[in-house]
């Protein structure tokens, strides 16, 4: 299997390699696929061979080998994600200066592999910070506890509610690091909403996690109010995930050149990309040409996960394959800040980052009057006076709150918080209806949600999407039309509010005002 040279490289971990009582050690981590270690033949520094009967290899914290007994073995596993620290027996001193590692072994099911590494050797002990960890175990009660500690010790201060959880550390390998406790946020429930979808079909009970007076009240309101006239119309119109490398050349005709390189050769880099994961699927490569600058926009499909490193794996092994068969790249990185990963930008209101999805109904003129004393015509009159206000000020959004409802359901159900910054973004409109009654519809460009993979599966948050029936694969597009919905039932509710004056009363009643 090919593995390209910038890819191989990842294996080792930088800043790893340190002076210890023994000699040398360095950790290599797996950041491929499964793997199991068939044979080490080989490591060098600067160039010369380490004998192999001065290396051994740390695999667990009581598991410690020779170089004979791992080649001797039926084969080492070597498991995505998992570490192995190298330990060897030769003098060096510690150096600011750079040194060349070199390593080759062979491994299934990838063959030969063989790669060589620059790095400084760290003195014996030195860390640039003083937290406690356990390079073998950093999720047990123990390193827990003297974390706690160290931070009660630094802080003057005592640690109470933080340190009370009920899930287990050790199902948080990859969602977070130095692991003391957690932080509780407030949930509560709003609905039923009712929603007409492709794949959310019936009514949901919406859990919503947030520190904000009224926030459930007004989204509660809002759902009474749509399911009073039917429920809420969701469609996702469009999926796509996006990496944008960039690549440098001498002038603007070796970046011309490069683009044609690369339409001409897209199935082979999507073949590349692919083969890094089961699900991620590249779907096509946008190119926008600046200077002497390729920007290559790498759009992905990538099933229920969010997907933002999955993609940049991806996008890393097919930028290997380009850099290992293009000449002429004088430069490049993986991000060129052309994705705007968690970042609002214009680009992704219209291309589309994460879900595209709509969000509509049409709402009965007596039912406004009923439940929000208001006339269809005031909240459609409001909606053009503040689509002015948002063209003058120039934000993302010419909605109320978007970002209220769906921080509070990230929160809720662990998605990843930040991707609000993109996921705020949305296109309110409205008109009256030959009847006098108000049609209302939201577009969210650049939703990104997952039901699968991340935070989804840690303790409350995992429950809260099972409560949606929204946990696992196949449920992403259901959980997105249901997001998209609430968000329409509390734009409604804020505009009813505001157009009927009746929003600092509601904050007064229900929230930090009084």
């Known amino acids: ?75 080492t596993p070597f498991g995505l994600r998992q570490s192995i620290t190298v330990h060897l027996d030769v003098e060096m001193a510690a150096c600011h200066e750079k040194r060349k590692l070199g390593i080759c072994f062979s491994a299934s099911p990838f063959g030969k592999l063989k790669f060589e590494v620059e790095d400084n050797i760290s003195p014996e002990g030195q860390r640039s910070v003083h937290i406690p960890r ?30 009370k959880y009920s899930i ?61 006239s039917g429920g809420i119309t969701a469609t996702v119109v469009d999926d796509a995930m996006q990496r944008a ?16 390189w690369v339409k001409q050769n897209f199935d082979k880099i999507r073949e590349e990309a692919e083969a890094t994961s089961s699900v991620a699927k590249l779907t096509y490569i946008d190119h926008f040409l600046s200077n002497k600058f390729a920007f290559l926009r790498f759009n992905f499909k990538t099933g229920d996960a969010a997907g933002q490193n999955m993609v940049g794996r991806a996008t890393f092994a097919a930028c290997g394959w380009i850099l290992d068969h293009y000449e002429g790249v004088e430069n490049f990185y993986l991000e060129s800040n052309f994705a705007t990963d968690k970042k609002a930008s214009q680009i992704n209101i219209m291309r589309t980052r994460g879900k595209r999805v709509t969000a509509e109904a049409t709402i009965k003129r007596e039912h406004l009057l009923e439940v929000m004393r208001v006339e ?44 609000v910054s993109e996921s705020s973004a949305a296109m309110m409109y409205s008109e009256l209806t030959d009847e006098g009654d108000l049609y209302v519809s939201i577009t969210i460009p650049s939703l990104i949600v997952a039901t699968y993979g991340g935070g989804t599966g840690i303790g409350t948050q995992r429950e809260c999407l099972e409560l949606l029936d929204c946990y696992g694969r196949d449920k992403v597009y259901k959980f997105a039309e249901i997001v998209a919905s609430v968000v329409l039932a509390g734009e409604i509710s804020l505009a009813s509010a505001i157009s009927s004056s009746d929003w600092v009363s509601s904050h007064e009643q229900y929230g930090r005002n009084r």
Do not use: C
Request: hydrophobic share 35%.
């Open 245 to 260: 490398p960039v690549f440098i050349f001498e002038n603007a005709r070796g970046a011309r050149d490069f683009v044609k």
């Open 134 to 163: 356990d390079d073998m175990d950093d999720y047990g009660e123990s390193i827990i506890k003297s974390r706690q500690q160290y931070f009660e010790s630094a802080t003057d201060k005592k640690i109470h509610h933080v340190g």
């Open 168 to 228: 287990d550390p050790k199902e948080l390998q990859g969602n977070i690091e130095h692991f003391i406790g957690v932080a509780q946020v407030p949930i509560g429930i709003a609905g039923p909403v009712k929603i007409n979808g492709e794949h959310a079909k019936g009514e949901f009970v919406v859990p919503l996690a947030t520190t904000e007076g009224t926030l459930v009240a007004s989204y509660n309101r809002g759902m009474k109010l749509l399911n009073m």
């Open 376 to 419: 269809p015509k005031q909240i459609d009159y409001h909606g053009r006076v503040a689509g002015v206000g948002s063209f003058l000020s120039g934000v993302n959004n010419t909605g109320l709150h978007s970002p209220n409802g769906i921080t509070a359901m990230f929160i809720a159900t662990g998605q990843d918080v930040a991707n």
């Open 1 to 75: 299997m090919f593995v390209p040279s910038i890819l191989l490289k990842q294996l080792y971990t930088r800043a790893s390699l340190k002076k210890t009582e023994q000699g040398l050690s360095f950790t290599l981590k797996n950041r491929l696929k499964d793997a199991v270690i068939n044979e080490l033949q080989w490591i060098s520094l600067d160039g010369a061979e380490v004998p192999t009967h001065k290396i051994s290899l740390q695999l667990s914290p009581d598991t410690r080998v020779s170089v004979e007994e791992l080649n001797q073995s039926q084969g």
